[in-house]
Each structure stands twice: as C-alpha cells, then as structure tokens.
C-alpha cells in the first residue's frame, strides 16, 4: 500500500516536473500578487494587517495551486487509476502531494513578504512553523474540496463557494495562532493548545478524506 | 408570564423564548440531516437524501432567523451610545460563527443545484453535508468557547456552553424556556415532514420502496 501511494506521489511530482508551466504559473501568482500589496501598501504595516494579508494571500495562492489536483485529471486517466488502485491509496497521495506543494508555496511567499514588505515577526521560527501547518490545513480542506467540485461541471467557481465557508474556522484559527509570533503575550499553553486544535482538525480532515473519498470516486 | 427586570435587559428577556430555541432547532435539525447523509450513504436509498435536504433547509431557515433575532435583541441591549453602529457590534466571534455555519449550509444548496444527476447529487451532497457538519463544529462549538465575547457564556463563565450560563436562567424563565425549545423544534421538524411528504409525492416514480 505504502509503496503504490509512493508510486502515485511521484507520479503527481513527475508530472508537475514535465508540465512546468503549471508551477511556474502558480509561482507567477504569488510573486505578482505580493508585489502588488508592496506597490498598494503603505511601507511598514502593523503587524496585524501584515498578519492578515499574509493569511488571506494564503488562501487564494492554495486555491490557485490545489484547485487543479484533480481537474487536470481527464476521465480516461481517472478510469485507469481506478482499476490500478483503491480510492484511499488515491486520495493519500494526492492529499500528501498538495501538502508539499502547498509547503513550496508557502516558504516562497512568506520569503517574498520578509522582501517586499517589512518584517514585524518577532519568533521567526515559531512563525515559519505556524505556516507550514497552515499550509498543509488550507491545502487538506481545499484537496477535498476539489474532489468534490470535479464531480460537478463548473469546478473553480464552485470550488471556491464551498471551500470559503468550510475554511474561515481554520483560518480564524490560524490568524489567532500566529499572533503568538508576533510577540503577543498568550495565557500559559494557550500557543500549545491552539496548535494542537488545528492539528487535530487537519486529523480529522485526512480522516474524513478517507472515509468519504471512495463514495466521491465510483461513477 | 412574569419576569425578571434585569438593568439593560428589562423586557428583552422575553427573547430568550425565541432566540435560543432556534439555535437549539436549527442544531437538532442539522444532526438528523447529518445522520440521514450517512444513511443515504450506507443505503443508496434516495429518500434519505430528501430527508437530508428538507432537514438542512428548515434547519438553515431556523439559523437565520436566530441570527435576525440575535440582531435585534444586540440593537437593545449591546448598543450603548448613539455613536455605535450595529454592524461593529456585529463583528463579535460567536455571530461570526453563526454567519459561517449558515453560509456552510447556503454552500450546500449550491453544490445540490449545480448537479443535474439524480444519484450523482445525492452522493455528492451527501459526502460535503458530512464534511460540512464537522467543521461545523470548530466553528460553533470550539471557536466561541477560547474568545471573549459580549455574547452571554463568555470564556471565565464555567457553564461549558459556549451561547448562554444555564445557571442563569431564572426558574420563572425555565417554565417557558423548555416547552419553547421542545415547541420550536418540532415545529420545524412538521414542517420538514410536510416538505418531505409533497418531495416524495412528486418523486414517487423514481424513489424505489
């Protein structure tokens, strides 16, 4: 099992190696959309709206980039990787592809923030981690948010109506958590708490994932 | 009825009759659609994905009109100067967590009518309703109970609700309180089986027995 989700992961890695135009694309994205808040953006902004930019940049950089897991899959190649392996198998190593993917990103824009617009963190290294987990959680919620929009015709649109709602708890939570790395006193193991909560919640979705993914998967 | 004449509050009280049964009908009724999603998943037997849809609907309805009455009863009792507008008032955790849960569930409605197969919807809706219940959760249940809040049950209050402190609810209010939760629910849940009896009727051909 292990080896056949290894073997569906490098496919996902090889074909976004061979189909570069699709990374680069993304990467385009993030710098173009970081370079326009550098433009519109006063110098230095407080670390709030810092905090809240950087999130909700997050947000749609992992739309952009997760959105096409499954869209770029034609019916014919879906059928062929149906008779090759089980649903979960399927759904693990698109769920782990995204997560890399996703972390790729996140690194590159957080980079592209420290550059263009001033750095307010204080714990850098507390921060770098709270984006990584954002990362994977934004990057969990919209994998399966994606397997259910391709099932409907009109897939970004409708991907994005039901992954905001779904994804404002996580990011609620996101935002509170990484205020904690911008030198904001917290209540003893509050940080702690707060981290295991979205922890516990991405668990939860890969859990889900798994369950619910097989009744998304046979047409 | 009689009852207590609290400072702000005054006559308002009688909200809490309204208010916060809708939220206990709007909930109980997303649980039964939750476990007819489940069902239908288990069974492929589309009349649980009626039940499930006629449920999230009354249920949604239920939602917004506790998000209305939960606005007015703010306009009278958290508006403190004239200077204050309602909608900064508004932006509290626990209403934002209530305007998210309805907006799940308006997603929910979307994502049934962007289907044009029967059994395909069905499926579909029904693995994003299970989905959707459980980040519910976060939302109205986990969120609410870390944030401080106007809202009545903030964090501090060790009710272990995060909406209202049940030690505070006088006994003249318990005498209309209960009967008003029982009496709102199962208001909602008859008008969800007249719902469901006329999508049956119409659908009689397709749905096998």
Not at chain 1, 185 to 214: C, H, M, S, T, Y
Not at chain 2, 8 to 29: A, K, Q
Not at chain 2, 98 to 115: D, E, H, K, P
Request: aromatic share 14%; charged share 15%; hydrophobic share 55%.
């Amino acid at each position: 099992m292990v080896i056949r989700i290894w073997s569906l992961f490098k496919k996902d890695l090889l074909l976004e190696l061979r189909q570069k135009h699709s990374f680069y694309g993304i990467l385009l994205y993030v710098a173009s959309t970081i370079f326009v808040l550098y433009l519109s953006m006063p110098d230095s902004p407080s670390a709030d709206v810092w905090n809240s930019l950087f999130w909700v940049i997050q947000l749609f950089v992992c739309v952009n980039t997760v959105a096409k897991s499954f869209l770029q899959e034609s019916r014919g190649r879906m059928l062929y990787f149906y008779s090759i392996c089980s649903p979960v198998e399927f759904i693990l190593a698109k769920l782990l592809f995204n997560i890399l993917l996703m972390g790729l990103m996140s690194i590159l824009s957080l980079l592209l923030f420290y550059t263009f617009l001033s750095n307010p963190v204080v714990e850098g290294l507390k921060f770098f981690g709270i984006v990584l987990l954002g990362g994977a959680s934004l990057s969990l919620v919209f994998t399966l948010m994606s397997a259910i929009a391709a099932k409907a015709q009109q897939n970004a649109a409708l991907m994005a109506i039901l992954g905001f709602p779904v994804i404002l708890p996580m990011l609620l939570l996101l935002m509170k958590l990484s205020k904690a790395a911008f030198g904001e006193v917290f209540k003893e193991g509050a940080v702690l708490q707060l981290a295991g909560l979205v922890a516990g919640l991405d668990v939860l979705i890969i859990v889900l994932a798994v369950i619910l993914f097989p009744f998304l998967w046979k047409d | 009825m009689e009852v207590p004449h609290l400072h702000i509050l005054n006559e308002t009280i009688r909200n809490l009759y309204f208010h916060v049964c809708m939220w206990f009908g709007m909930m109980i009724l997303f649980i039964v659609s939750f476990i007819y999603s489940i069902k239908y998943l288990s069974s492929g037997n589309l009349r649980h994905d009626i039940f499930a849809k006629t449920y999230a609907i009354t249920g949604t309805v239920l939602g917004v009109l506790g998000y209305i009455t939960g606005a007015i009863w703010a306009n009278y009792t958290w508006v403190t100067d004239q200077s204050q507008s309602l909608g900064s008032i508004l932006k509290e955790p626990k209403l934002i967590g209530a305007a998210i849960a309805i907006l799940i569930y308006a997603a929910y409605f979307v994502l049934r009518g962007s289907f044009t197969d029967m059994d395909k919807r069905a499926r579909v809706s029904a693995v994003y309703n299970i989905f959707a219940f459980a980040m519910l959760f976060p939302s109205i249940w986990i969120i609410p109970r870390m944030v401080g809040s106007l809202h009545p049950g903030a964090p501090g209050s060790d009710s272990g609700n995060p909406a209202l402190s049940f030690n505070d609810i006088d006994s003249k209010l318990r005498v209309v309180f209960y009967p008003a939760v029982i009496g709102w629910s199962l208001l909602a849940v008859w008008i969800t089986t007249l719902k469901i009896r006329i999508e049956l009727l119409r659908d009689k051909d397709l749905i096998s027995k």
